[in-house]
Structures are given as structure tokens and as C-alpha cells.
């Protein structure tokens, strides 16, 4: 990316994207992905009126309908892929479900610290060997598709991309929004937005700024049903390298959990956890973290407040 890549803590309440956005020097048109939020992607007057400034929404979700209902090969192929990933996630969560109630009956265990402090890094290893191991069978699956299906040279994908690209070229900024992750993943994916809009600057938000990391972590410390054990969705697209972003830290962490805190930091590693709450900001600049403003989850089980990068 030439182009500065902006992640932004939630635009609900306060926004400050129509801000941002001028402070890097963005004027005219911008393209807005808001396929995030599905059937509802139309519903974007309150966002137009946050960013103030002229916006062409580029219908992604609409898009993609469009093309499962000119295509039925494609989509057959399609929802077999993603049942197939929905398996694996399932089966990626058993076995992290195993491995957290082994290194909790073994913290509580009455013996010499350091072999305790030792235990602890093997639970560790392990939770990263799992996370490991389900990024390269996900981004293995991805590959098989994309070799197969040749997404690019289907006619009905062709022809949105060729409108994409116009759409795009003719902005002076493509910002993306939050919404369902898995949902605007798949969306950015099958049209290639992000690579159309490698010479300008992309702002993104919430589930929009877990995306552009190298991997995407889902989190809640307070789930509604199941236990509270982060994992691994998929590759991201790598333009935030070295992030781990975790939005909506006030609803989603346990900031005084300092053990939770630090296994999840150590666990992530070497990559940097920040925690981006309204307000925060990161900015990346030809592929380096040149600013930020947001909490960082240290290994020590330390949240360190306006973390600058």
C-alpha cells in the first residue's frame, strides 16, 4: 500500500471517521463498503452524514446476491466451502475447549512455582500450536477454491469487478465498516476491493479493522452462551501487519483480568494486541505503524492506556 491505511476504534456515539478522513487529506468521493451489516447495507445515511462527504456506497452484499443468483455452480461451490470452514471452526473450538480446561486444572495445582510457570508456557504453546494449525488449513481451503473457481474470469464476478474498479478509481478514499466479520470477509474477497484500492487511503472500523491484520481473532469476555476462549477465524489481509485488533474493548474485555490478560497476549505473540475503543487510532504507512492511540494487552497481563505505538 502506497497509501496510509487508518484503523479506527466503533463509529456508534461519537464518530470520528469524517474527521479522520480530512486530517489525511481526503477530499471529494469516497467508496463505502458497508456490506458488513448484510440485508441492512442500504442503511447508511447516518454513516454518509458522519463522514461529510459525498459517498458512493459499492453494494457488496447486493453484488454478491446478484451473483449467486446468475451463477448456481459457483454457488453450490460456495456454500460447500463455507460449510466445510464452519466444520472446521467447530472443531478448532473442541479442541481449544480441551486445552482450556487442562491449563485450568493445572494452574490450581499445589506444587513448586517454576513448574508451574513452565506449565504454563507449554498451554500456551499449545493454544498457538492450535491457532497455527486451523490458519493454515483455512488458508488452504481458500486456495484450493480460488484455483478451482478462478473467481476473476466468471462473467457475472468480471463484470462487477470491471464496475468496482471504476467506482473505486473515481474516489479519493475506500472506507469499510464494521457488521458480521465472516459476512464482509467473504464480500471484500470476492470482488478483490482491497487490491483495486491499493493507491488510496482506506479507513476501516471495528469488524472493517480486524480484517486488514494478518489474522482475524474473534473475543468476548462476556459471551452469551459458551465459554470465553478466543480464536481464529481466518488470514486477514495483512495491510496492518504485527496487530492483533480487538474492537469494542468496554463490552468485549475483562481489562482487569490480568492472568487472562496475559496468556491471551502471550498467546498472540510476537504480534501486538490493542484494544481500540471511541477514540482510538492506528495508522500504518507504507506497511509500518507510524502512529496509534489505544490500550495494548501486554504479555505481563498489563493494559497499557494510549499506547502510541
Excluded at 497509501?3 to 477530499?27: I, W
Excluded at 442500504?42 to 458522519?50: G, I, N, R
Excluded at 504453546?125 to 481458500?142: G, K, N, P, S
Excluded at 491484520?213 to 474473534?218: A, D, G, N, Q
Aim: aromatic share 6%; net charge negative.
Amino acid at each position: 500500500m502506497t497509501a496510509p491505511v487508518v484503523l479506527l476504534g466503533p463509529q456508534n456515539g461519537d464518530p470520528d471517521v469524517g474527521r479522520v478522513l480530512r486530517e489525511h487529506g481526503v477530499e471529494g468521493r469516497v467508496a463505502l463498503v458497508n456490506a458488513g451489516w448484510q440485508e441492512r447495507e442500504p442503511d447508511d445515511a447516518a454513516l454518509v452524514a458522519a463522514l461529510g462527504l459525498p459517498v458512493v456506497n459499492l453494494r457488496l452484499h447486493a453484488r454478491a446476491e446478484e451473483v449467486f443468483a446468475a451463477d448456481p455452480p459457483l454457488v453450490a461451490a460456495y456454500h460447500a466451502r463455507q460449510e466445510l470452514l464452519r466444520h472446521l471452526q467447530d472443531f478448532y473450538r473442541v479442541r481449544l475447549d480441551y486445552i482450556d480446561d487442562a491449563a485450568r486444572a493445572i494452574s490450581v495445582r499445589l506444587v513448586e512455582p517454576e513448574l508451574l510457570e513452565q506449565e504454563w508456557t507449554v498451554s500456551v504453546d499449545l493454544f498457538r500450536q492450535l491457532d497455527r494449525d486451523h490458519l493454515e488449513r483455512c488458508t488452504a481451503i481458500h486456495a484450493s477454491f480460488d484455483d478451482r473457481w478462478r473467481l476473476g474470469e466468471r462473467e457475472v464476478i468480471a463484470r462487477h469487478r470491471r464496475e468496482l474498479a471504476a467506482l473505486i478509481h473515481a474516489s479519493a478514499a475506500l472506507v469499510i465498516a464494521g457488521g458480521h466479520v465472516a459476512s464482509l470477509l467473504n464480500r471484500l474477497k470476492l470482488f478483490d476491493v482491497v487490491a483495486l484500492a491499493a493507491e488510496r487511503p482506506i479507513v476501516a472500523w471495528s469488524a472493517g479493522a480486524m480484517l486488514l491484520t494478518e489474522r482475524i481473532v474473534l473475543f468476548h469476555d462476556h459471551p452469551p452462551y459458551g465459554k470465553a476462549i478466543a480464536q481464529v477465524l481466518d488470514a486477514g489481509f495483512g495491510l496492518a501487519p504485527g496487530l492483533v485488533v480487538l474492537p469494542d474493548p468496554v463490552r468485549r474485555i475483562r481489562m482487569d483480568d490480568r492472568l487472562g490478560i496475559a496468556r491471551f497476549a502471550q498467546r498472540m505473540a510476537p504480534s501486538t494486541c490493542v484494544a481500540m475503543g471511541q477514540g482510538s487510532r492506528i495508522v500504518i504507512e507504507q506497511g509500518r505503524l507510524t502512529r496509534a492511540a489505544a490500550d495494548r494487552l501486554a504479555a505481563t497481563g498489563d493494559v497499557e492506556r494510549g499506547w502510541a505505538g
